[in-house]
Every structure is written in C-alpha cells, then in structure tokens.
C-alpha cells in the first residue's frame, strides 16, 4: 500500500511555478524545487515523477489560473473597462516581479523547438484570443469600437499586447506605465 502525501500538491505545483517563472525550466536545479516546494526529493519524484512532467504540470496549471483571472476581468464593465482590466490583472503584484509570466517565459525559453509546450501555450493562447475577440465583438456591437475592425485580429493584438505588458512589469515598468500602454493600445480599437 502506497504510503499517503506528506505534502498539499496544489501548493507544491503553486511554490514549483514561482520557481520555474523566476528560474526557468533549464536554469532551475532539482535542489531549487525541493527547497522552493517544501518537499524532499523522493516525494518530488514519486509525486511527479520528473522535473519535465512537474514543469508540464505547472505550466498547464498557470495557464488555467491565469485565465481564469483575465476572464473575471473581462466579465465586468463596459468592453472597453473589460479589456482594460484584462490586460492589467496579475500586472505589477509584487509575486509578478520577482517571478514574471511561466507562460511567456516558456515562450521565451523553449521557442516552437518542444512540442507538448508549444501544445499548452497554443492553446492558452487560443483561448485568450477568443475572450478578447468576443469583448471586442461586444465593443463594436455597442458602437464603442470601429464597426470595421477584425474582432479576432483585435484579440491577436490583445494578447500581444498582454505578453509585452507581462515582461515590461517583470522589467520594472509600474502599474501606472502599463496602464497608460494599455490605454494607448486601446485607441486603435475606435
């Protein structure tokens, strides 16, 4: 008989993805998981099973939350409000600087050269896209954004827009900075 966790996985997948954001997948060390989760490395590996499928897992799981909260955003106020909030949320939290985006960050680090990444951030990315391409469908149906506009363009643009917002705050930038960019980027939607 197995013997149970000593551990709460959702928080050991949480500290792993803070490691992976800050680190990356190659530059962390086992050591830096083990320390960063809480956990020894015989329940790092009998949970997991490797540093490449707990990567996987937390990259899938950061994908979700993240969502998760643009889509919140997206839910309130008028499109253009919605958007707004979507862009910003989780920018410049002060986890976001120290740590930075998993996802952009995979991006980053792995390219297009690993296919069950690319598979997890496609369909992140699919997924952010059509949120914004359905709030700015709402936009233009309300008259507040150019009736001529490519909705799912605009989403492309979106997310674009949302992963250099994510690095510039990793870099430093402030809330009020990536506000102003959000509300500038905006402007192209009339």
Request: glycine content about 12%.
């Given at each position: ?78 499109p253009?409000?919605?958007i ?46 059509a ?47 990536l ?12």
């Amino acid at each position: 008989m197995a013997r149970p966790s000593e551990f709460d996985r959702d928080e050991a997948i949480a500290s792993a993805i803070r490691v992976f954001a800050r680190h990356g997948y190659e530059a962390a060390s086992t050591s830096d998981l083990i320390e960063g989760m809480g956990i020894g490395r015989q329940s790092l590996y009998g949970a997991f099973g490797d540093k490449r499928r707990l990567f996987l897992e937390a990259l899938r799981r950061y994908s979700d939350g993240s969502l998760a909260l643009m889509n919140e955003a997206l839910a309130g106020g008028s499109p253009r409000e919605a958007i707004e909030a979507a862009l910003l949320v989780g920018l410049g939290d002060a986890d976001d600087l120290e740590t930075g985006c998993l996802g952009v960050g995979s991006i980053v680090e792995f390219s297009r050269t690993d296919a069950e990444v690319n598979t997890l951030n496609d369909a992140a990315a699919a997924l952010v896209v059509a949120a914004f391409a359905a709030r700015v469908q709402d936009g233009i149906a309300a008259g507040a954004f150019d009736a001529g506009l490519d909705a799912e363009a605009a989403g492309r643009m979106l997310l674009t827009l949302r992963s250099g917002l994510k690095v510039a705050a990793r870099g430093g930038a402030g809330r009020d900075e990536l506000r102003q960019a959000a509300r500038l980027a905006l402007r192209g939607l009339r």
